[in-house]
């Protein structure tokens, strides 16, 4: 069998949100050729992100609207492109379209050469275009943006290349792909692999936590043409699946594989619109070791001049002192005061006494404990008074008070009480019961 080239989709709502070291996010993966979507970055993206050790990365941003939408292409060293594209309208010069439909960084197309024949691969990262119900516009948007891209595909097609769609399409292709059936989209051909699977999601709402109960939609996918369909010999369930396992996004990974060779014997140089070529990738980096000398430099150059460090705290003279609240009912220290002398009592006195001193301060103990508890309460709650929640019909467990924001709604600003849990299917005992009140 032929080597498997391995592919992977990601919208990751935010590069940026990302811990760094970003190349341990990408190796997780285990993909040689990793399409990403809502980068929400510019060229202004820092090195650490946009020039990662063991691969070479591509970009295209939004030109209207700054962080918002983006999509990129990493591809594992040694593998490159002989080709860049930011722009389908590059590869369709001779055909009328509105130059908008390309303005908000929502696809890149990267071509390799392949050992099959010398032909062409064009792989192509997709961030497809949301359908807003209370914007019409953007509803038609999307349709030429659809138009443009099939365009786009049917002409590689037609100059001889293998083609691979991935990305987020915010399509669903069959009921099964969405948690309420009645708003699915039919838009695709047949399926290769796991054709019948059922809440296989890759989306979910993270407002609503969605995805601790697997309550979302199938919305990414990685699409090949009949050719590359062709090469399978078989069918085989292995060839792809999604990471429902790997977090940080709203989205989870979608990974396929495809039996092709890259051919890296003619690689060349990049191409252009790599990010190697970014002016913040052009600094060189420091190795470990030499970090380290030049630590050890500056160390010596501090003792060698002054041969002694001073730990004293300097004295602040000008200026008035910064004063930082105090939670004193939290760590205020009991008074202590000498006791009067007292007249010699008898044994049986003394144990009465004794008895009535115990209960005060058990008391005062008790009111001391209830005061420290209603002032961190309050602090917590930003100074308002603590409500005690009422418990859900369902599960008998406090509710969570909520607050109305949609802007159409009449009622906005008005807080109620509903149940704590994720969202999730009606039937599903674990997810959200339907508790709803007004506070």
């Not at 699977?197 to 989306?203: G, M, W």
């Not at 003792?303 to 004063?323: H, L």
């Not at 003394?350 to 005060?360: A, G, N, Q, S, T």
């Amino acid at each position: 069998m032929a080597a498997m080239l391995k592919l992977c989709t990601w919208n990751i709502n935010g590069i940026r949100s990302f811990p760094t070291p970003f190349k341990s996010h990408l190796d997780q993966l285990e993909a040689d050729i990793i399409c990403l979507q809502e980068t929400k970055a510019g060229r202004d993206l820092p090195a650490h992100y946009s020039r990662v050790d063991g691969y070479n990365a591509y970009f295209v941003h939004c030109k209207a609207k700054p962080g918002y939408a983006g999509v990129s292409i990493f591809c594992r060293d040694p593998l490159r492109p002989i080709r860049a594209y930011d722009s389908l309208l590059d590869l369709l010069p001779s055909q009328d379209f509105d130059k908008a439909l390309d303005s908000e960084g929502r696809a890149l197309v990267l071509q390799f050469k392949t050992d099959l024949y010398d032909k062409l691969l064009s792989v192509i990262s997709v961030y497809c275009p949301r359908v807003d119900s209370d914007n019409q516009d953007r509803a038609e948007f999307k349709i030429q943006f659809l138009q443009l891209l099939h365009s786009v595909v049917h002409k590689l097609i037609e100059n001889g290349s293998y083609v691979i769609l991935a990305g987020d399409l915010n399509i669903c292709h069959k009921p099964i792909d969405h948690c309420c059936p009645e708003y699915y989209m039919v838009d695709l051909n047949k399926r290769l692999a796991h054709p019948d699977r059922k809440e296989a999601f890759t989306c979910w709402n993270t407002k609503t936590g969605a995805r601790q109960t697997n309550y979302g939609t199938r919305i990414d996918y990685i699409l090949f043409d009949k050719s590359l369909v062709d090469l399978f010999i078989e069918k085989d369930e292995s060839i792809s699946d999604i990471m429902q396992h790997i977090e940080g996004s709203d989205h989870c990974p979608v990974w396929a594989k495809v039996p092709l060779n890259i051919s890296t014997k003619e690689s060349g140089s990049l191409p252009s619109l790599c990010s190697h070529f970014w002016p913040q990738c052009q600094k060189r980096q420091l190795s470990l070791l030499e970090f380290v000398k030049k630590c050890d430099k500056i160390e010596s150059k501090v003792f060698a001049s002054s041969g002694v460090v001073n730990t004293q705290v300097p004295e602040v003279r000008d200026g008035k002192r910064i004063r930082q609240a105090r939670l004193d009912f939290a760590f205020k220290p009991k008074e202590s005061s000498p006791e009067p002398m007292k007249p010699p009592v008898s044994i049986k006195e003394e144990r009465d006494e004794k008895v009535v001193y115990d209960e005060l301060d058990l008391e005062r103990e008790i009111e001391q404990r209830k005061s420290t508890t209603a002032a961190w309460q309050s602090l917590l709650n930003g100074g308002k008074k603590s409500k005690i929640a009422p418990l859900c019909s369902s599960h008998g467990e406090p509710c969570v008070l909520r607050c109305v924001k949609r802007a159409d709604s009449r009622h906005r600003g008005r807080e109620f009480w509903t149940c704590a849990r994720p969202i999730g299917a009606p039937n599903n005992p674990l997810a959200r019961c339907n508790t709803f009140f007004w506070k």
